[in-house]
């Protein structure tokens, strides 16, 4: 903070105050500055409510001024100044000497989702962390990563993260918070602890853990509840009735060759599914037809996994229970209540019963975490009976640290608030008041607490209603720990110092028993010490080793005989599904449950499927739109259990009937710039009693329409249209593997195109150096996870452009996936097409720039040189494949101090006015070039991964040189699923992609 | 009106409904009187003032779009991706081919000795310049950074960058600028004769003077005649390939590329039409009503209107063979591409506005055929408003429909122009009146000393 102002400040200050007849003499500037009137002055000149200038619409800038304001207030006002607290954060895995201004440095840390960790390696420059990679050796990651982690370097330079300690409203001290909970602790010891409650997510962190056991231990009246609102209540819950024991499942997908999914979307949501990705898409290579495993799904809300399905039947989400009834007692457990079903369904489940059995002990059944625990122990069950435990499932403890039934939890917390037993509630990193049940009233009971403390990133709903506020630690700056899907213990290690001086939950809790003055860092490390995890090594050694690999290798959880048995009694009699329409509660695909809602490049990439962003909707199939005489964008009531919610239609094909689906994450009231207020919140129709889906909705429209914007298609809706036309181009190449088998070249016989040799022009570029660049996308293994949009985002510095441009059609995405239907409305295939620059031979960009700012480099590439182009969009409108993107405005921001540090220093921040486009990560390419020449030697294949690539869990993207033929880009380019798109036009793309191979039942097809 | 030194009989003259080229009243001295006295008048007429009034806050308007549109980015506009150029790109080629009519009035029909066009010429070639002035402000804004627009100009730097020659962008600089260049040569050059009148017969010292400037010594000997006949030859012959070029290059920054719908071979002679089409269209539009305000029916005559009318009729149907070639090819390629794009055309979501150009531009000149309408000015007028619009919507077919829907259809859109879209746009058009408004007022708008070539002699020796 400059200084000069903050004195300048204190003076008017000061001299107003005297005027207004403060003491006559005065010591100091402070004992001025105690005053009331100088406080009022100061409340006047400086709001120091985060609240009073969201209040009104300000810019950017003005509100960023306004906060450094209220932290020099801060200053001004406590002690005069306060000293940042030395402290070494980072060990360095090199030595600094080794730090060069301009090389990155990567080091091992971990992404915590919903309490679970992924290993990521985190790309630092210059001490500023600027991109997430998954960290090749973790497990659960194996150098992929999903959305959330790839985004969360963004979240944590969020201009609106909570910057500083708020006591009701005002902002002032951690030490005057740590006087105050001293004072109240002190009231406890009576008490046993009795009044005292502490509020997290899911807890698998051993130290954190340890922690909250200690304080348990000191205060034994105390209670510790844990909460995430996409609960996995109904896998413990089914775990207990098959096992009596809540333990955790892990699958060996890539073991399976015939995989039966009930409700459930393993590849793109849930613990571990970035590692079940990978080794799913592992048996999805459709040049290895032989080894294809073959998928069965049932759904209600489509999904990404069922859009990768062979075989999809698409059902309420209540109905699912009984046709998982009919098969598992086809497959032998002895179970009723099974669904009969129509003739197709029958056909259906008999087939998939037999193929199950027919692959007994290598195939694998799994379900959805909103499916009720019946499901699950019947899943459980199936899975046993086949054969499949062991081989392709295994189980082990918990890898929680305290596993419960989160609903019961938040509950019985609610309970005690509101019979006035909690005194002190202490939430941290949860937002309750926003997402809990609406039915449960949170706010309502929160009022009878006497004290009430929530640390979070944000101020937040929680926040508000709090007499204090933290603000936390992001995951990149603060030491922690955590099991990721399968128990890998994992290290959190920062990468940089907190920026608002947030305190991570070790520490908040550190400060509940006596410890306040404890570090991230020392917690954790004694704690390791303590429980012996490195065994008969020497520790220190053992402790460096961990941080540089970033987890301990060998650390799953061992698997643990269990078995199902004879779950009849435990699952009952099928309840059937609830009368009326359903409605189905699931976590957005982006924003999650809430918790990103303020992070600008998950708002803005476009949700799988419906391609919306910015936004949530009531998501219905086309009959009942139909039946309603509702269109996208029309507004419905939505009533659900005597409450109420207005919510935007949109209609996505293949959604089963009389069921809607609405996300949850939206209708932020205080979530900063970007997410307050975007959507409507599904919580406030949510009920504890059923949180995942439920009957007796009521669906009236309203006559109102709410502008909701989706990435394509974003004025027409016409299915049958796009189909034929999309087919006609044969964009999309899908075959079957029994075709595939007769005829190879069926996928390059799809569409007829000239001979590139029969040119009368000669070719243009030589291509005479040792590289040329080439990519291929295989379709077969992409299940549109959006993972590589992210990742290129954030390696790239893409803008943000906000919901009224991407209404404009100017989103900015170099990479994007492309989806297309196929067949009936109701029960379309649905196809994923990642599509980045195709980096034409002949591309016809380069011929129509007037200035040269888009030219052909002798390596293959289309180059685009920003500072060159003049901005007449002909190269984009001339581009067949619509990849170019524009900045229309000026939409990179150069002057958010915290965005700055955020971006990639090796590529051009855009300016207004300029195309820009996927460069193949041209600077990565630079950088392998370079270590190359200074070992004087060839760029060696698989050395350079594109952003892209290098992100996608299906390992579906494939980069390299293509002049090498043993390099692997061109072996797959050699394939015969091998085409190119709209080759017919000459533009000789260097994108390629394999096609599609379906691997259906004979006997289904038939 | 003023009559102080007229000697042409006004109520004949301003009825004159007959075949003749300039009307039967007129001689050397009173052509010179009646278009003179136009411009050197002392009372400037209420209705000038009134039209000036109205068109300055749309130059005005035009300032302030263009100001905003440089402070903000082009995405004031309602341009996307996919649809990369909208009203900017339509608006320059309809105002270019709009030009187009003035140097074709005098140039080609100069050369083929179409005297006719003697009394319209003038008019035409100030529409040309003005209109070009309104076209090259839109390249030159709709580019991202207009700052930097000079950088498709060939100047020599010390990093050796240079223009990419095979860009047809860059082929309209030269096609445009060699246009507006000769244009504005031709015009001047072929008023110096008339400057060096109204010197002669400007009452205030001041005007004389002015005017002296601009007729740089014009004496009206034979030798600067003999010089002035051949320099005006040589333009003339400069300008006619011109007026196939420039609209022909024009159509390159769509021929040239792979957009279906804008890769086509017909564009150039088919938007050359166009451009005459237009042109032509907008000299009625212009014409007619100054005829009327000034009494011009004796010098721009019914004869003349017919005329123009059936050139509107002759080009209409060249450019109605274009859309039935553009229709017929793109059955006839067997490209999904082109046949989608123009079924797209005549029934996706731009159909309304296909149709409405097909109406305008084929159907409604259709009552040309008819001598009667060809000698009403008021249905000429309309007839000539309706071409100008279908012309524009033409330019918005070809631009908006093939870009919004074209090769992927995952990222077909819509675009619509915004505000500031359509306040450019009609602040160009202000911008064009408002300069035709100064012209008619301060320079002679009929050129008297070619009128006095038509003349027929016998009418002029009993003043000798």
């Given at each position: 903070?400059?200084?000069?102002?903050?004195?300048?400040?204190?003076?008017?200050?000061?001299?107003?105050?005297?005027?207004?007849?403060?003491?006559?003499?005065?010591?100091?500037?402070?004992?001025?500055?105690?005053?009331?009137?100088?406080?009022?002055?100061?409340?006047?000149?400086?709001?120091?409510?985060?609240?009073?200038?969201?209040?009104?619409?300000?810019?950017?800038?003005?509100?960023?001024?306004?906060?450094?304001?209220?932290?020099?207030?801060?200053?001004?006002?406590?002690?005069?100044?306060?000293?940042?607290?030395?402290?070494?954060?980072?060990?360095?895995?090199?030595?600094?000497?080794?730090?060069?201004?301009?090389?990155?440095?990567?080091?091992?840390?971990?992404?915590?989702?919903?309490?679970?960790?992924?290993?990521?390696?985190?790309?630092?420059?210059?001490?500023?962390?600027?991109?997430?990679?998954?960290?090749?050796?973790?497990?659960?990651?194996?150098?992929?990563?999903?959305?959330?982690?790839?985004?969360?370097?963004?979240?944590?330079?969020?201009?609106?993260?909570?910057?500083?300690?708020?006591?009701?409203?005002?902002?002032?001290?951690?030490?005057?918070?740590?006087?105050?909970?001293?004072?109240?602790?002190?009231?406890?010891?009576?008490?046993?602890?009795?009044?005292?409650?502490?509020?997290?997510?899911?807890?698998?962190?051993?130290?954190?853990?340890?922690?909250?056991?200690?304080?348990?231990?000191?205060?034994?009246?105390?209670?510790?509840?844990?909460?995430?609102?996409?609960?996995?209540?109904?896998?413990?819950?089914?775990?207990?009735?098959?096992?009596?024991?809540?333990?955790?499942?892990?699958?060996?997908?890539?073991?399976?060759?015939?995989?039966?999914?009930?409700?459930?979307?393993?590849?793109?949501?849930?613990?571990?599914?970035?590692?079940?990705?990978?080794?799913?898409?592992?048996?999805?290579?459709?040049?290895?037809?032989?080894?294809?495993?073959?998928?069965?799904?049932?759904?209600?809300?489509?999904?990404?996994?069922?859009?990768?399905?062979?075989?999809?039947?698409?059902?309420?989400?209540?109905?699912?229970?009984?046709?998982?009834?009919?098969?598992?007692?086809?497959?032998?457990?002895?179970?009723?209540?099974?669904?009969?079903?129509?003739?197709?369904?029958?056909?259906?489940?008999?087939?998939?019963?037999?193929?199950?059995?027919?692959?007994?002990?290598?195939?694998?059944?799994?379900?959805?975490?909103?499916?009720?625990?019946?499901?699950?122990?019947?899943?459980?069950?199936?899975?046993?009976?086949?054969?499949?435990?062991?081989?392709?499932?295994?189980?082990?403890?918990?890898?929680?640290?305290?596993?419960?039934?989160?609903?019961?939890?938040?509950?019985?917390?609610?309970?005690?608030?509101?019979?006035?037993?909690?005194?002190?509630?202490?939430?941290?990193?949860?937002?309750?008041?926003?997402?809990?049940?609406?039915?449960?009233?949170?706010?309502?009971?929160?009022?009878?607490?006497?004290?009430?403390?929530?640390?979070?990133?944000?101020?937040?709903?929680?926040?508000?209603?709090?007499?204090?506020?933290?603000?936390?630690?992001?995951?990149?700056?603060?030491?922690?720990?955590?099991?990721?899907?399968?128990?890998?213990?994992?290290?959190?290690?920062?990468?940089?110092?907190?920026?608002?001086?947030?305190?991570?939950?070790?520490?908040?809790?550190?400060?509940?028993?006596?410890?306040?003055?404890?570090?991230?860092?020392?917690?954790?490390?004694?704690?390791?010490?303590?429980?012996?995890?490195?065994?008969?090594?020497?520790?220190?050694?053992?402790?460096?080793?961990?941080?540089?690999?970033?987890?301990?290798?060998?650390?799953?959880?061992?698997?643990?005989?269990?078995?199902?048995?004879?779950?009849?009694?435990?699952?009952?009699?099928?309840?059937?599904?609830?009368?009326?329409?359903?409605?189905?509660?699931?976590?957005?695909?982006?924003?999650?449950?809430?918790?990103?809602?303020?992070?600008?490049?998950?708002?803005?990439?476009?949700?799988?499927?419906?391609?919306?962003?910015?936004?949530?909707?009531?998501?219905?199939?086309p009959a009942m739109a139909n039946r309603l005489g509702v269109e996208n964008t029309d507004v419905v009531e939505l009533a659900y259990r005597d409450r109420r919610v207005n919510a935007p239609v949109w209609i996505l094909p293949g959604h089963p009937d009389e069921t809607v689906t609405v996300?949850?994450?939206?209708?932020?009231?205080?979530?900063?710039?970007?997410?307050?207020?975007?959507?409507?919140?599904?919580?406030?129709?949510?009920?504890?009693?059923?949180?995942?889906?439920?009957?007796?909705?009521?669906?009236?429209?309203?006559?109102?329409?709410?502008?909701?914007?989706?990435?394509?298609?974003?004025?027409?809706?016409?299915?049958?249209?796009?189909?034929?036309?999309?087919?006609?181009?044969?964009?999309?190449?899908?075959?079957?593997?029994?075709?595939?088998?007769?005829?190879?070249?069926?996928?390059?016989?799809?569409?007829?195109?000239?001979?590139?040799?029969?040119?009368?022009?000669?070719?243009?570029?030589?291509?005479?150096?040792?590289?040329?660049?080439?990519?291929?996308?295989?379709?077969?293994?992409?299940?549109?996870?959006?993972?590589?949009?992210?990742?290129?985002?954030?390696?790239?510095?893409?803008?943000?452009?906000?919901?009224?441009?991407?209404?404009?059609?100017?989103?900015?995405?170099?990479?994007?996936?492309?989806?297309?239907?196929?067949?009936?409305?109701?029960?379309?295939?649905?196809?994923?097409?990642?599509?980045?620059?195709?980096?034409?031979?002949?591309?016809?960009?380069?011929?129509?720039?007037?200035?040269?700012?888009?030219?052909?480099?002798?390596?293959?590439?289309?180059?685009?040189?920003?500072?060159?182009?003049?901005?007449?969009?002909?190269?984009?409108?001339?581009?067949?494949?619509?990849?170019?993107?524009?900045?229309?405005?000026?939409?990179?921001?150069?002057?958010?101090?915290?965005?700055?540090?955020?971006?990639?220093?090796?590529?051009?921040?855009?300016?207004?006015?300029?195309?820009?486009?996927?460069?193949?990560?041209?600077?990565?390419?630079?950088?392998?070039?370079?270590?190359?020449?200074?070992?004087?030697?060839?760029?060696?294949?698989?050395?350079?991964?594109?952003?892209?690539?290098?992100?996608?869990?299906?390992?579906?993207?494939?980069?390299?040189?293509?002049?090498?033929?043993?390099?692997?880009?061109?072996?797959?380019?050699?394939?015969?699923?091998?085409?190119?798109?709209?080759?017919?036009?000459?533009?000789?793309?260097?994108?390629?992609?394999?096609?599609?191979?379906?691997?259906?039942?004979?006997?289904?097809?038939? | 009106?003023?009559?102080?030194?007229?000697?042409?009989?006004?109520?004949?003259?301003?009825?004159?409904?007959?075949?003749?080229?300039?009307?039967?009243?007129?001689?050397?001295?009173?052509?010179?009187?009646?278009?003179?006295?136009?411009?050197?008048?002392?009372?400037?007429?209420?209705?000038?003032?009134?039209?000036?009034?109205?068109?300055?806050?749309?130059?005005?308007?035009?300032?302030?779009?263009?100001?905003?549109?440089?402070?903000?980015?082009?995405?004031?506009?309602?341009?996307?991706?996919?649809?990369?150029?909208?009203?900017?790109?339509?608006?320059?080629?309809?105002?270019?081919?709009?030009?187009?009519?003035?140097?074709?009035?005098?140039?080609?029909?100069?050369?083929?000795?179409?005297?006719?066009?003697?009394?319209?010429?003038?008019?035409?070639?100030?529409?040309?310049?003005?209109?070009?002035?309104?076209?090259?402000?839109?390249?030159?804004?709709?580019?991202?950074?207009?700052?930097?627009?000079?950088?498709?100009?060939?100047?020599?730097?010390?990093?050796?960058?240079?223009?990419?020659?095979?860009?047809?962008?860059?082929?309209?600089?030269?096609?445009?600028?060699?246009?507006?260049?000769?244009?504005?040569?031709?015009?001047?050059?072929?008023?110096?004769?008339?400057?060096?009148?109204?010197?002669?017969?400007?009452?205030?010292?001041?005007?004389?003077?002015?005017?002296?400037?601009?007729?740089?010594?014009?004496?009206?000997?034979?030798?600067?005649?003999?010089?002035?006949?051949?320099?005006?030859?040589?333009?003339?012959?400069?300008?006619?390939?011109?007026?196939?070029?420039?609209?022909?290059?024009?159509?390159?920054?769509?021929?040239?590329?792979?957009?279906?719908?804008?890769?086509?071979?017909?564009?150039?002679?088919?938007?050359?039409?166009?451009?005459?089409?237009?042109?032509?269209?907008?000299?009625?539009?212009?014409?007619?009503?100054?005829?009327?305000?000034?009494?011009?029916?004796?010098?721009?005559?019914?004869?003349?209107?017919?005329?123009?009318?059936?050139?509107?009729?002759?080009?209409?149907?060249?450019?109605?063979?274009?859309?039935?070639?553009?229709?017929?090819?793109?059955?006839?390629?067997?490209?999904?591409?082109?046949?989608?794009?123009?079924?797209?055309?005549?029934?996706?979501?731009?159909?309304?506005?296909?149709?409405?150009?097909?109406?305008?531009?084929?159907?409604?000149?259709?009552?040309?055929?008819?001598?009667?309408?060809?000698?009403?000015?008021?249905?000429?007028?309309?007839?000539?408003?309706?071409?100008?619009?279908?012309?524009?919507?033409?330019?918005?077919?070809?631009?908006?429909?093939?870009?919004?829907?074209?090769?992927?259809?995952?990222?077909?859109?819509?675009?619509?122009?915004?505000?500031?879209?359509?306040?450019?746009?009609?602040?160009?058009?202000?911008?064009?009146?408002?300069?035709?408004?100064?012209?008619?007022?301060?320079?002679?708008?009929?050129?008297?000393?070619?009128?006095?070539?038509?003349?027929?002699?016998?009418?002029?020796?009993?003043?000798?």
């Amino acid at each position: 903070m400059n200084q000069t102002s903050e004195r300048h400040i204190t003076e008017a200050g000061a001299m107003n105050a005297r005027k207004n007849g403060a003491p006559e003499y005065w010591r100091s500037l402070d004992q001025l500055a105690e005053t009331e009137e100088f406080q009022s002055f100061m409340e006047k000149e400086f709001p120091q409510h985060v609240e009073e200038v969201k209040a009104n619409p300000v810019s950017r800038r003005k509100f960023l001024k306004l906060m450094g304001a209220s932290i020099a207030l801060a200053g001004a006002t406590a002690s005069a100044c306060t000293r940042q607290p030395s402290e070494k954060i980072i060990p360095y895995v090199l030595p600094p000497e080794e730090i060069v201004p301009g090389k990155p440095l990567y080091y091992a840390s971990a992404y915590v989702h919903d309490g679970v960790a992924n290993g990521i390696l985190v790309e630092s420059h210059m001490g500023r962390p600027t991109k997430v990679e998954g960290n090749p050796e973790h497990p659960a990651s194996l150098g992929s990563t999903d959305v959330f982690a790839q985004a969360s370097v963004l979240t944590m330079y969020d201009p609106d993260r909570s910057q500083s300690v708020i006591r009701r409203g005002r902002i002032t001290t951690y030490d005057a918070y740590l006087n105050e909970l001293n004072e109240a602790l002190s009231n406890q010891v009576e008490k046993q602890g009795g009044g005292i409650r502490v509020l997290t997510g899911t807890v698998t962190s051993p130290s954190l853990h340890g922690q909250l056991e200690t304080l348990l231990a000191r205060y034994p009246g105390a209670r510790w509840h844990q909460y995430d609102p996409v609960t996995l209540d109904n896998a413990r819950e089914g775990s207990r009735l098959a096992f009596g024991e809540i333990v955790s499942t892990r699958c060996d997908v890539d073991k399976a060759d015939v995989i039966l999914s009930l409700d459930g979307d393993f590849l793109t949501t849930g613990p571990g599914a970035v590692r079940y990705a990978r080794d799913f898409a592992a048996r999805r290579d459709g040049n290895d037809p032989d080894n294809m495993n073959r998928l069965y799904v049932i759904e209600s809300t489509p999904s990404l996994t069922g859009a990768q399905a062979d075989h999809l039947l698409n059902r309420r989400a209540g109905e699912i229970e009984g046709l998982a009834r009919s098969i598992a007692a086809g497959l032998g457990v002895s179970v009723s209540g099974g669904v009969e079903g129509d003739e197709d369904t029958q056909r259906w489940v008999s087939a998939v019963v037999d193929d199950l059995r027919a692959h007994a002990g290598a195939c694998l059944v799994v379900t959805g975490d909103h499916q009720p625990p019946a499901v699950h122990a019947l899943v459980h069950a199936m899975n046993d009976a086949l054969g499949n435990t062991g081989n392709t499932v295994t189980y082990s403890e918990s890898i929680e640290a305290a596993p419960v039934n989160q609903t019961e939890s938040i509950t019985t917390l609610v309970n005690d608030m509101g019979s006035g037993e909690v005194d002190l509630l202490v939430v941290i990193g949860a937002n309750p008041v926003y997402s809990t049940p609406a039915d449960l009233a949170f706010a309502a009971a929160l009022d009878n607490v006497a004290m009430r403390v929530h640390a979070g990133l944000y101020h937040d709903e929680t926040a508000e209603l709090c007499h204090w506020h933290l603000p936390m630690a992001h995951d990149l700056e603060a030491w922690s720990d955590a099991r990721s899907y399968d128990g890998t213990l994992t290290v959190v290690q920062p990468l940089i110092a907190p920026l608002y001086r947030g305190r991570s939950a070790h520490e908040i809790v550190a400060a509940l028993t006596g410890n306040a003055m404890k570090k991230g860092y020392d917690i954790v490390r004694e704690h390791w010490q303590a429980q012996g995890y490195h065994g008969s090594q020497d520790f220190e050694t053992f402790w460096q080793t961990t941080v540089h690999d970033g987890f301990i290798a060998g650390s799953a959880l061992p698997s643990k005989a269990a078995s199902a048995g004879d779950i009849a009694a435990a699952v009952g009699e099928a309840s059937g599904p609830e009368a009326g329409t359903e409605l189905i509660f699931r976590a957005d695909p982006t924003v999650w449950d809430g918790h990103y809602a303020n992070n600008g490049w998950l708002q803005e990439l476009p949700k799988p499927l419906t391609k919306l962003t910015w936004d949530n909707a009531a998501l219905m199939g086309p009959a009942m739109a139909n039946r309603l005489g509702v269109e996208n964008t029309d507004v419905v009531e939505l009533a659900y259990r005597d409450r109420r919610v207005n919510a935007p239609v949109w209609i996505l094909p293949g959604h089963p009937d009389e069921t809607v689906t609405v996300h949850l994450g939206y209708g932020r009231r205080r979530a900063g710039q970007l997410g307050t207020n975007a959507g409507f919140d599904a919580y406030s129709i949510r009920s504890s009693t059923g949180p995942d889906f439920g009957g007796g909705l009521q669906v009236t429209p309203t006559g109102e329409t709410f502008d909701i914007y989706s990435t394509q298609d974003h004025h027409a809706m016409e299915l049958e249209g796009m189909g034929s036309m999309s087919r006609d181009r044969n964009l999309i190449r899908v075959s079957d593997i029994e075709t595939f088998k007769d005829d190879p070249h069926v996928i390059q016989e799809m569409w007829e195109e000239p001979d590139p040799e029969r040119n009368l022009y000669p070719d243009e570029h030589a291509y005479d150096g040792p590289n040329a660049w080439g990519m291929v996308i295989d379709l077969n293994k992409c299940n549109g996870c959006n993972t590589c949009t992210i990742a290129c985002q954030s390696e790239n510095n893409i803008s943000v452009v906000g919901k009224e441009e991407v209404a404009n059609a100017r989103e900015m995405h170099w990479i994007r996936i492309d989806r297309y239907y196929r067949g009936d409305l109701d029960a379309p295939e649905t196809f994923h097409q990642p599509v980045p620059c195709m980096q034409c031979e002949n591309a016809p960009c380069e011929l129509v720039c007037p200035v040269g700012a888009t030219v052909h480099s002798k390596e293959g590439l289309n180059d685009m040189v920003y500072n060159r182009c003049v901005g007449t969009r002909y190269c984009s409108n001339n581009c067949p494949y619509k990849v170019r993107r524009f900045n229309f405005y000026l939409y990179a921001d150069f002057e958010t101090p915290s965005l700055q540090l955020g971006r990639n220093p090796d590529v051009t921040v855009r300016s207004r006015g300029v195309m820009e486009k996927c460069t193949y990560c041209v600077q990565r390419i630079n950088v392998a070039r370079i270590e190359a020449k200074k070992e004087d030697r060839d760029i060696a294949d698989g050395e350079i991964l594109t952003a892209c690539q290098q992100a996608c869990p299906s390992q579906a993207i494939t980069f390299g040189n293509t002049k090498d033929a043993d390099s692997k880009v061109s072996r797959l380019k050699a394939s015969p699923l091998n085409y190119g798109m709209l080759t017919d036009l000459l533009t000789k793309p260097r994108t390629t992609y394999l096609g599609r191979i379906r691997n259906p039942n004979p006997v289904l097809e038939a | 009106m003023s009559q102080q030194d007229q000697a042409v009989d006004i109520e004949k003259v301003d009825k004159y409904t007959g075949d003749g080229f300039v009307a039967p009243e007129y001689n050397n001295t009173t052509v010179t009187q009646k278009i003179s006295n136009i411009v050197l008048r002392a009372d400037t007429p209420w209705g000038w003032y009134l039209a000036v009034a109205v068109l300055l806050p749309v130059v005005g308007m035009l300032g302030i779009s263009i100001t905003w549109l440089v402070l903000i980015g082009t995405g004031v506009w309602g341009l996307n991706v996919p649809v990369g150029w909208g009203f900017a790109i339509i608006n320059f080629v309809w105002w270019i081919g709009i030009g187009h009519a003035g140097t074709l009035i005098s140039a080609i029909l100069h050369l083929m000795r179409q005297d006719w066009r003697n009394s319209i010429n003038r008019f035409a070639e100030a529409m040309t310049i003005f209109a070009v002035m309104c076209a090259v402000m839109f390249p030159l804004l709709h580019v991202g950074r207009p700052w930097l627009a000079y950088w498709l100009l060939p100047l020599p730097n010390t990093m050796s960058l240079w223009p990419q020659w095979r860009s047809p962008l860059v082929w309209d600089v030269f096609a445009v600028s060699t246009y507006f260049t000769v244009s504005l040569i031709f015009w001047y050059m072929g008023m110096i004769p008339d400057l060096g009148t109204l010197r002669d017969r400007a009452k205030h010292p001041v005007v004389a003077r002015i005017y002296g400037i601009f007729a740089m010594g014009w004496r009206g000997a034979s030798s600067h005649w003999a010089r002035y006949e051949k320099a005006y030859l040589i333009l003339a012959g400069l300008s006619t390939p011109l007026v196939l070029s420039v609209h022909s290059i024009v159509s390159l920054d769509f021929a040239v590329s792979l957009i279906p719908g804008w890769h086509t071979t017909v564009f150039p002679p088919y938007f050359v039409a166009g451009a005459i089409y237009a042109g032509f269209a907008m000299v009625l539009t212009l014409t007619i009503p100054v005829r009327h305000w000034f009494g011009l029916q004796g010098l721009i005559t019914t004869r003349h209107l017919e005329n123009m009318g059936k050139v509107t009729l002759a080009t209409g149907f060249i450019v109605v063979y274009g859309y039935a070639m553009e229709a017929f090819i793109s059955w006839y390629s067997a490209s999904p591409y082109e046949g989608f794009m123009m079924w797209n055309r005549m029934t996706g979501q731009y159909a309304p506005v296909y149709w409405a150009l097909i109406f305008c531009n084929a159907v409604s000149i259709q009552i040309l055929w008819w001598k009667r309408a060809r000698r009403s000015p008021l249905v000429l007028f309309i007839v000539s408003l309706i071409v100008g619009v279908g012309m524009w919507l033409e330019r918005f077919v070809i631009v908006v429909t093939s870009l919004a829907n074209d090769y992927m259809p995952s990222s077909w859109d819509y675009y619509a122009g915004t505000i500031w879209d359509w306040s450019l746009y009609i602040g160009t058009i202000g911008f064009f009146l408002f300069m035709m408004c100064l012209f008619i007022r301060f320079l002679p708008m009929i050129p008297m000393s070619e009128m006095k070539m038509i003349i027929p002699k016998h009418r002029n020796k009993k003043d000798a």
